[in-house]
């Protein structure tokens, strides 16, 4: 007779997903593609499109020690080898640890809307940041950036609120008006909720959830 013995832990679980998923993909797919070193680039560079698609989670010393990993793929799905899923999944922990610190601080200090600064927001135009304080830069123009988006939105949504007072007089009820001081008070308390919301469901998710982006990069290259 034949047994049949659950997997002991989650690692075991991704590890039999891992090769199964190989042998799906080379056996049984209806258009296999060689499993091989080309093939690993392509789930390397679709991977981090998924788990940092900003540039803004991992450094660059980071993206260096990945990179090593690039051509090695192929050879982990073989073996349903974890080391490179659990190094990139790790550091994310730390980095959004560290980022999330880091916004906390950058919202207890005043911040300058009245400062022109350039903030890149196309992937395809910019590099991980090269070091914590570049980090720390980035974020914090992120954070301005959404600050006064907000504002702006505040701004539209009050002139088609007069428009729509000018055009039915008789319905029209007392808009609230606030300064300035008061917009930015609110824009700012707003995308604070929203990132402190952000950070929030990133630690609620498994990881699982993450070792599943991971498979998804595999797969995603035989299914664009």
Same mark, same amino acid.
């Given at each position: 007779?034949?047994?049949?013995?659950?997997?002991?832990?989650?690692e075991?679980?991704? +590890?039999? =997903?891992?090769v199964?998923?190989?042998?799906?993909?080379?056996?049984?797919?209806?258009?296999?593609?060689?499993?091989?070193? *080309?093939?690993?680039?392509?789930?390397?560079?679709?991977?981090?499109?998924? =788990?940092?698609?900003?540039?803004?989670? @991992?450094?660059?010393s980071?993206?260096?020690?990945?990179?090593?990993?690039?051509?090695?793929?192929?050879?982990?799905?073989?073996?349903?080898?974890?080391?490179?899923?659990?190094?990139?999944?790790?550091?994310?922990?730390?980095? =959004?640890?560290?980022?999330?610190?880091?916004?906390?601080?950058? @919202?207890?200090?005043?911040?300058?809307?009245?400062?022109?600064?350039?903030?890149?927001?196309?992937? $395809?135009?910019?590099? *991980?940041?090269?070091?914590?304080? +570049?980090?720390?830069?980035?974020?914090?123009?992120?954070?301005?950036?959404?600050?006064?988006?907000?504002?702006?939105?505040?701004?539209?949504?009050?002139?088609? $609120? $007069?428009?729509?007072? *000018?055009?039915? $007089?008789?319905?029209?009820?007392k808009?609230?008006?606030?300064? +300035?001081?008061?917009?930015?008070?609110?824009?700012?308390?707003?995308?604070?909720?929203?990132?402190?919301?952000?950070? =929030?469901? @990133?630690?609620?998710? +498994?990881?699982?959830?993450?070792?599943?982006?991971?498979?998804?990069?595999?797969?995603?290259? @035989?299914d664009?």
């Amino acid at each position: 007779m034949f047994g049949f013995r659950p997997p002991l832990n989650e690692e075991e679980k991704m +590890q039999i =997903i891992m090769v199964n998923t190989k042998n799906i993909l080379s056996y049984l797919h209806y258009s296999p593609k060689p499993i091989n070193d *080309a093939y690993s680039k392509e789930v390397y560079k679709q991977y981090f499109e998924s =788990i940092d698609p900003t540039k803004t989670y @991992f450094l660059q010393s980071d993206m260096d020690e990945f990179r090593k990993y690039e051509t090695k793929l192929d050879d982990y799905l073989n073996t349903g080898d974890l080391t490179f899923y659990k190094l990139t999944v790790d550091k994310l922990y730390q980095r =959004i640890d560290e980022i999330d610190k880091m916004t906390r601080d950058i @919202f207890s200090k005043p911040i300058n809307l009245e400062e022109d600064e350039i903030l890149t927001l196309e992937p $395809k135009l910019k590099n *991980a940041p090269t070091n914590k304080q +570049q980090q720390y830069n980035e974020w914090r123009k992120y954070v301005k950036y959404n600050i006064l988006q907000e504002i702006e939105s505040m701004n539209r949504k009050s002139e088609e $609120k $007069k428009k729509q007072d *000018a055009d039915n $007089k008789k319905n029209s009820s007392k808009p609230e008006v606030l300064s +300035q001081d008061e917009k930015i008070k609110k824009a700012t308390e707003h995308v604070k909720d929203l990132l402190e919301e952000k950070f =929030i469901r @990133f630690r609620k998710r +498994q990881k699982m959830d993450w070792f599943t982006v991971y498979m998804n990069a595999y797969t995603h290259i @035989f299914d664009p």
